[in-house]
């Protein structure tokens, strides 16, 4: 069983009377939701030892797996939207995906042609003729201050100018907090808008609102770190149509074309430096992670939330850790640092895989 520490658990209760802790999202669901449909393929020794494995050799709080697009598995908090963490980005490349298709938007257009600066930091005329796609795949060479940069992605960031446009891989929140921002500056409508119409609405997310992506400003850049919350259960549906190619029954979601494209690695661990501090991952491709080596897909977020497709099998695992959804919280979560790394996503995965 999961321990709580009981000192950090007083000083949570403390926190309780002395600061604001409602919850960062209202907590609501879904107009649209739609239930999923079940598949016995576990049995029930199989969900047993699951529920084992994961309270007594993970600190996640919630696990659904799909075949398909059907539940075989389900554990914990299924229904609470937490902060997805940098699995948003994998959430925005289907958006771009939808938007093309659309005739919204030119994944080769450059930041010039769509009129894309940084007020506080302005870009270079260079740095300009990144395209989307660049973007997309975290080549820009544009390495300016971001929101949300851990520090090691600011020890790996190259020198400003360092490498051009399209040159060089490195994982940029700069890239991943523009590109939202361009959506919206395109459609006239929020990222919440666009993930619920698009995506929320047509698979039938249960727990998804428009109100579920927040912003976190800072002033060294003139573009905010776009939050998404989102349940297991809504996470697992969204990784479902990398499965089918793009499909919610009869309804093509994200367009075929885009699901094949946008999982192909550009970036190999071979000769892409900033690659070889991410040893889980072989390659990345539009804003997915991939595992060359296992032949899956993840949207991989930092603190412990992971959404691993695994085409051959049908398979859709998605593990998620609560790492705050008041101010409360948020502190509780940071004192316990209860980090979850990739290997102990791929444990839960590989378990559900050898039991199929």
Request: hydrophobic share 40%; net charge negative.
């Amino acid at each position: 069983m999961k321990t709580k520490n009981y000192i950090l658990a007083l000083f949570l209760l403390f926190l309780n009377g002395c600061i604001k802790v409602d919850p960062f999202i209202n907590l609501q669901m879904s107009p649209n939701a739609t239930a999923l449909e079940r598949l016995d393929l576990l049995s029930i020794e199989n969900k047993a030892e699951l529920k084992n494995l994961i309270e007594d050799h993970t600190y996640f709080d919630a696990c659904v797996a799909l075949s398909g697009n059907k539940v075989i598995y389900e554990y914990g908090d299924k229904n609470v939207p937490y902060n997805c963490a940098s699995v948003r980005k994998s959430i925005f490349s289907a958006l771009y995906g939808i938007a093309e298709n659309k005739g919204l938007i030119d994944t080769d257009a450059t930041l010039a042609e769509i009129g894309i600066d940084d007020k506080v930091n302005p870009l270079t005329e260079t740095e300009k003729m990144a395209t989307i796609r660049n973007l997309l795949t975290a080549r820009s060479g544009i390495y300016l201050p971001a929101v949300g940069e851990s520090e090691g992605m600011k020890r790996r960031k190259p020198s400003r100018g360092q490498y051009l446009p399209g040159e060089h891989f490195y994982y940029n929140n700069w890239d991943f907090n523009v590109l939202p921002i361009i959506l919206e500056k395109i459609t006239g409508k929020t990222t919440g808008d666009l993930i619920y119409e698009w995506i929320a609405v047509p698979t039938g997310m249960r727990d998804f609102v428009p109100a579920n992506v927040t912003y976190q400003y800072s002033d060294d850049t003139e573009y905010p770190q776009t939050r998404v919350y989102i349940s297991a259960e809504d996470l697992a549906r969204f990784g479902s149509l990398y499965l089918t190619e793009g499909r919610w029954n009869e309804i093509q979601v994200i367009p075929s074309d885009w699901i094949e494209q946008s999982v192909l690695a550009v970036s190999h661990e071979s000769h892409d430096a900033d690659l070889l501090e991410h040893p889980f991952m072989e390659g990345y491709a539009y804003l997915w992670w991939v595992d060359e080596d296992e032949n899956t897909l993840w949207a991989d977020g930092a603190g412990g939330h992971f959404c691993i497709i695994d085409k051959s099998e049908n398979l859709v695992v998605v593990v998620r850790n609560n790492t705050g959804m008041s101010s409360a919280g948020y502190l509780f979560y940071n004192a316990q640092n209860p980090y979850e790394p990739n290997e102990k996503g791929d444990l839960v995965y590989k378990a559900i895989k050898t039991k199929l």
